[in-house]
């Protein structure tokens, strides 16, 4: 019983709680910008993984890890903005675009690695990010490898949360954004294009996404595998459910899940003969469902989402 | 930036719904024929070489149909959801939960006569899929936890349970180390249809599903009811149609007939569960019922045809050296590619300029 107390006392978990925390927080930022401007983007789940494949991909063929994070960017940007294109100028249903959306990002993302590594039975590896200790404080005990020992990446996706919060709280666009997704018949009143910034939005959070999916293989692993999102996708739209659309409670909600799955993993290896695997790996779908459950009470949805805006037309 | 509006057409014409979905594929082979042309190989004889693998042989029809049974039902299961407006994405985990039915209740636990076995597996894979969707369905309808994630995540779940049951208790000891569930009993197992052939009774109780779906759609009450929650529940609810009632039976149906997909699959084609058992049938069924314009007996077309896609596109691969994440790649972009065309059958597009504005 003590172990299994102790397993949080240890910098191992909390690294790896970061660790496991950056993917869902890069994109549920994501998912959270779409939302807010009242777009669902149910894309996510395919835009991670041909961000993950894009990512590493090109540091494969020879660039380096920066340009890396830099081609998933720009190939989250390109299918946002086709799903922009379907769901905010030609207004066609969110749910099925985004699943099409998937659909085409994965398979085409899997095609592409079949095509460039046609014969590789073995995944390929490229040499991933390294951890990086911030002087003085990587030095503290505890604290130290449990908080200032990351990769470069791991902090781009905590500044990425500043970035967001900044985003939405203290600019322009960002207050355009949320005018879109609860009353976009104000934001046209006052001038602004409606379509734009929800194209915007959907642009730059789709961005988010791929970063995010990157993060696995140029951070967390450094491989590329078939089917290594895993629904993690799908945790972050449950996990923007939780944190009420608010950048800075995504980060909080991404760290308790992580946390949680962090611990799972190393309460796996202790009670691993009794508990068969799948129940654990079950554990971060079903704390999704439930998380989704007990926000459900005073979950207040943007007044705007789901609904395509066309102009000239009065609801 | 160009400037225009949509503007709803009083009256699609007739001729263009039934043209457009055709146009959708068309455009989505046109599209797909650029990967193949990228990956160095001669887009018109792929395509000749999916249409062979597909169509030409006896043998190669009967493969396509017999992979064609599982996405009509998941298609049809997407069918009933959508017109609701139930985002019901879970087909894949309910058709795991019709063939973990299947195994339970197939592989000796009861012994009847073919001619009862048979209908009394379908019962119970369909009681499972709906079973399945039901506490979501309580979870959306009681406290609005939205159906799309939750859907979604169970199927996570799901596969879990069936890895967990195929290598622990539900293991068949002479499998020989395979995770695979016990034997469906002879009684239980689908004829074949076609002698010498992988296609089975499935492919016929799916043809006879699309035109029951069809009939409650059209000819009942409860088909009016789909219809009216779908198109404007609020609307719906004041003309007195019971919303709870309505989507609870949308859900059951959709549920159902994701979860015979599961018995087709274990009872017919493989005989047992395994672990992969669906390559996706649950989401390809989406692709089917958007193609099919949610219409139950466009469902079988539609399924026959992404059948085809994925069996064609086995020997498009050996003989191109094209990656079979092509087949893929096509399914979805039809999906895109009939969102597009339903735009242009509903909406006018008008350019600001071409008509004078408000």
New interface residues.
């Given amino acids: 019983m003590i172990d299994f107390i102790e397993i949080i006392f240890t910098a191992g978990f909390w690294a790896a709680t970061i660790r496991i925390a950056c993917p869902l927080i890069l994109a549920t930022l994501g998912e959270v910008l779409c939302e807010r401007a009242g777009v669902l983007n149910l894309g996510i789940e395919g835009i991670m993984s041909i961000g993950a494949m894009v990512g590493w991909m090109t540091v494969f063929l020879g660039a380096d890890l920066y340009t890396g994070i830099l081609a998933a960017l720009i190939i989250g940007g390109i299918f946002g903005l086709l799903h922009a294109v379907f769901t905010v100028y030609l207004g066609a249903s969110q749910h099925v675009t985004g699943i099409g959306i998937t659909m085409l990002a994965s398979s085409l993302g899997f095609f592409c690695f079949k095509l460039i590594l046609p014969a590789s039975t073995t995944p390929p590896k490229i040499k991933p990010f390294q951890p990086f200790d911030i002087p003085f404080l990587s030095d503290l005990p505890f604290f130290g490898p449990a908080f200032f020992q990351h990769t470069p990446f791991t902090y781009i996706a905590i500044l990425a949360v500043v970035f967001a919060f900044w985003l939405m709280n203290s600019t322009p666009l960002g207050l355009s954004i949320k005018m879109a997704g609860e009353n976009p018949m104000a934001l046209e009143a006052q001038g602004i294009d409606v379509f734009l910034v929800r194209t915007i939005a959907v642009v730059l959070g789709s961005a988010f996404m791929a970063v995010g999916g990157a993060y696995l293989t140029l951070s967390a692993f450094d491989a590329f595998y078939f089917g290594m999102i895993n629904g993690r996708g799908w945790i972050a739209i449950a996990l923007v459910i939780f944190a009420s659309w608010k950048p800075e409670r995504a980060l909080i909600g991404a760290l308790l899940f992580a946390g949680l799955d962090a611990y799972q993993v190393r309460a796996q290896q202790l009670a691993g003969a009794v508990i068969p695997y799948q129940f654990f790996l079950m554990l971060p779908f079903l704390l999704s469902i439930f998380a989704m459950v007990i926000a459900a009470k005073r979950t207040k949805y943007p007044k705007a989402l789901l609904i395509p805006f066309r102009r000239g037309e009065r609801h | ?1 160009l400037k225009f ?2 503007e709803e057409r009083a009256k699609s014409p007739y001729w263009l719904i039934i043209v457009s979905p055709f146009i959708a594929i068309i455009v989505a082979i046109i599209l797909a024929g650029i ?1 193949i042309i ?2 160095g190989a001669n887009p018109f004889n792929s395509y000749y070489h999916l249409i062979i693998g597909a169509f030409g042989s006896k043998n190669s029809v009967a493969e396509t149909l017999a992979r064609a049974t599982p996405i009509i039902l998941t298609g049809l299961a997407a069918s009933i959801a ?1 017109r609701a407006k139930f ?1 019901n ?1 879970g087909a894949e985990g309910q058709l795991y939960f019709g063939a973990l039915a299947t195994t339970f209740f197939g592989t000796g636990l009861v012994v009847l006569p073919s001619t009862l076995m048979i209908p009394f597996l379908f019962i119970m894979g369909a009681l499972a899929g709906g079973l399945l969707l039901l506490p979501l369905v309580l ?1 959306k309808l009681y ?4 159906e ?3 859907t ?3 199927n ?2 799901v596969v ?2 069936v ?2 049951l195929l ?2 208790p539900w293991k068949d000891p002479m499998s020989l180390g395979w995770p695979q569930g016990k034997s469906v009993i002879d009684e239980g197992v689908l004829p074949q249809v076609l002698s010498k052939t992988r296609l089975h009774l499935g492919f016929i109780i799916s043809i006879f599903l699309a035109f029951s779906i069809w009939f409650v759609l059209k000819k009942t009450v409860i088909g009016y009811r789909i219809k009216s929650v779908g198109l404007n529940s609020a609307a719906a609810s004041h003309a007195g149609i019971p919303i709870f009632k309505t989507v609870l039976v949308v859900a059951i149906l959709s549920g159902g007939m994701a979860g015979m997909a599961g018995v087709t699959e274990t009872a017919g084609l493989k005989g047992y569960l395994t672990l992969d058992l669906s390559p996706g049938f649950g ?1 390809a069924g ?2 089917v019922a ?1 193609l099919a314009n949610l219409n139950p007996i466009g469902v079988i077309f539609s399924g026959i045809f992404l059948a085809s896609i994925y069996v064609g596109a086995d020997s498009m691969s050996r003989a191109m ?1 094209v ?1 079979t ?2 087949a ?2 096509i ?3 039809t ?2 590619c009939v ?2 065309s ?2 242009f059958v509903h ?1 006018k597009i008008l350019f600001f300029g071409t008509k004078k ?2």
């Fill in positions: 930036m509006r949509l990967l990228l990956a959508f985002w994405i979870l406290y609005k936890v939205d799309v994630v939750t979604l995540l169970l996570f779940v879990l349970l890895s967990y290598e622990g989401y989406i692709a958007m050296n990656p994440y092509l893929d790649v399914v979805a972009l999906v895109l969102l597009l339903l735009i909406y504005d408000d």
